[in-house]
């Protein structure tokens, strides 16, 4: 397989629109492709596909990839070494990569699953299904996300939590606010706290993470004509990997305490993953630049999995869900090649 079939193949993905949960025409042209391949065992569930090489109980090495995209079209072309479209970067460069690899016969053993619902509610994700039904499927000795990473190494991932602090104050006729007490105006001084706390930046395997902590909604009003007794604010904590989602919470807490805090409530949360590079060495060798993710992705799931991973795939990350999504092909050639050789 070289650069240009890479190409094609990118673009082919992208000619079949796979909006979350509509993702079966992509996964039928996924199974089609695999279809002819007499060294891969090939699964589908729904529109999870799974395929592996048969070469006995070596260890594995399982790539992952989402079948979806954010919803809205784009105008879809290849030209001076580009391909545009949406899913371009996020992900269907790095599914052309993985079928790219899957087409080789290997002398190790690797796991390829192709799965729906990445880009929605983590509820419905593709492997975590995967997970639940076909746990065998996850008995592998490392994993590589494909996601978008511009061709370089990214190590580990955040974890991610959302808290609401909840503010109390005393009601009051603004003509009196002296009578009141404003929640708004403590909430506000929660956000001022929280800002100046200083963020972390851990280094772990030599990779610099970088801590953020965000208000991200704010809720408060009585009335034009009334001192508001509650307030709420939402803030995301994104927070490097030696840390779990309790201490992280701790954390938070105590940046946005405040006396007029009435409570603290942790809504939703996902643990981080530490950069396991020690797994990677080889990989590693093979391309020159990595560094932490600090992003959420699926390489946190597998870790819980107990599969320690990576993320590395084309395309820039910062054009992932936009309206200029478009992907080189030359990252699409360094990708497949780093991989293929990794994976002999
Ligand atoms: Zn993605």
Known sequence: VDQDQLAELTLALIEVPSVSRNESALADFVMSFLAGFTHLKVERSGNTIWAETLLGQ???????????????????WRRGGTIAGRGAVDMKGGLAVMLGLAAKERR???TYVFY??????????????LAKTHPE????ARGVVLEPTGADLEAGCQGTLRVRVEVKG???????????DNALVHAAEVVTHAELAPRRRPVIDGLEFRESLVPVRFESFVANN????????????????DRDVASAMEWVRSVVMTDSVDAVELEDSAPGALPHLEHFKELKELIP????????????????????????????????????????????????????????
Not at 226 to 241: G, K
């Open 58 to 76: 070596g260890e594995r090495t399982l790539l992952a990839g989402h079948l979806d995209t954010v919803p809205g079209e784009l105008e879809r």
């Open 108 to 110: 190790s053993n690797v």
């Open 116 to 129: 729906p619902c990445e880009e929605v509610d983590a509820s419905e994700n593709g492997l975590r299904f």
């Open 137 to 140: 499927v996850f008995r592998c």
């Open 170 to 180: 005393v009601r009051a006729h603004s003509a009196r606010p002296f009578m009141g």
């Open 226 to 241: 009334v001192v508001p007794d509650y307030a709420s604010v939402w803030f995301n904590h994104r927070f490097a990997p």
């Open 289 to 344: 630049t990595s560094r932490a993710k600090l992003g959420w992705t699926d390489v946190s799931f597998l870790g819980q999995l107990g599969v320690p991973a990576v993320n590395f795939g084309p395309g820039n990350p910062e054009l992932a869900h936009g309206n200029e999504e478009a992907v080189f092909e030359v990252e699409l050639g360094k990708v497949f090649r780093a991989l293929n050789s990794w994976l002999r």
